[in-house]
């Protein structure tokens, strides 16, 4: 549910909107911290589901999915096409992937979404509770209403609904599912207002992780991948919350305390 505070949430403003320009530099830096990716912890071959965001398709997340099959996933996609909103069918869809993966595997699935990606991510998870290993989110806005984001035209246009109608029926958004969660967040994101990203802290269950990404590069940013990988890597019911310490302190450059005022 949406608090006051929450329906206070402007956008980011034009500045930020206008870095997004910096995400295909962000990809480019891929390769130079690929020694560090290749150090991340190896998957133990359980599915992922990779969820991509509005008005994006599959192609949007190979690299990311490329990236997590190398660590030794069962990566794939939504496989529903672009991603204009819960379109008629899409949902009914999307629910057969996750039984069938499960059932194929005979293991738990885990779920990565990128911004509107993430919420059906979510929104899954307390759907199918045991079916679900834990949920990755990358800037996705469950937390704010829908002009909270610079976005909010273009879903209206792409999926012919009323975004501020569609809020309103979908309930608890900002509920997080009944498994361990991770929201990968940018406060310079310049599309969703990151506070729009934030879940309450539970450390038996659910983290904050902050980024230096943009909101079109963070699917493809060198250290939103680190986390994700070292997310998926926690072995089933040991989940505990992202460790920032470590690498002579350069970790916590590369991820900021999500807790500063």
């Known amino acids: 549910m949406t608090t006051d505070a929450d329906s206070d949430l402007k956008p980011p403003h034009l500045g930020l909107l206008a870095l997004e320009l910096r995400a295909p530099w962000e990809f480019g ?3 130079a911290a ?3 990716l290749h150090r ?3 998957g133990d071959g359980h599915a992922v589901m990779v969820f991509p965001g509005l008005s994006a398709g599959d192609a949007s997340t190979v690299p990311l999915r490329r990236y997590l099959a190398y660590l030794g996933y069962e990566a794939h996609g939504w496989r529903q096409g672009f991603n204009f909103g819960p379109r008629a069918g899409v949902l009914e869809s999307i629910r057969r992937e996750l039984r069938d993966a499960c059932e194929s595997s005979g293991r738990k ?3 990565v979404g990128w911004s509107l990606g993430g919420v059906y991510a979510r929104e899954l998870a307390k759907e199918f509770e045991d079916n679900v290993r834990c949920v990755v989110t990358l800037g996705s806005p469950f937390a704010a209403p829908p002009k909270a984001t610079n976005a909010w035209r273009i879903y209206e246009l ?3 609904r009323s975004a501020e109608e569609e ?3 979908s309930g608890a958004l900002s509920e997080a599912p009944p498994v361990p969660t991770t929201s990968i967040y940018s406060r310079s994101d310049g599309v969703v207002a990151w506070r729009g990203s934030i879940q309450p802290p ?11 990404a943009s909101h079109f590069g963070m699917g493809l940013n060198p250290s939103a991948w680190w986390a994700v990988a070292d997310r998926l890597a926690q072995a089933e019911g040991e989940w505990k919350p992202f460790d920032r310490s470590g690498l002579l302190g350069i970790k916590a450059l590369i991820y900021p305390d999500p807790h500063r005022a």
């Open 34 to 36: 690929w020694p560090a």
């Open 167 to 169: 809020h309103r029926r």
């Open 29 to 31: 830096s891929v390769l």
């Open 158 to 160: 792409a999926s012919g």
């Open 40 to 42: 991340a912890p190896r």
């Open 109 to 111: 699935v885990s779920l």
């Open 202 to 212: 539970d450390h038996a269950r659910t983290e904050n992780i902050e980024v230096i």
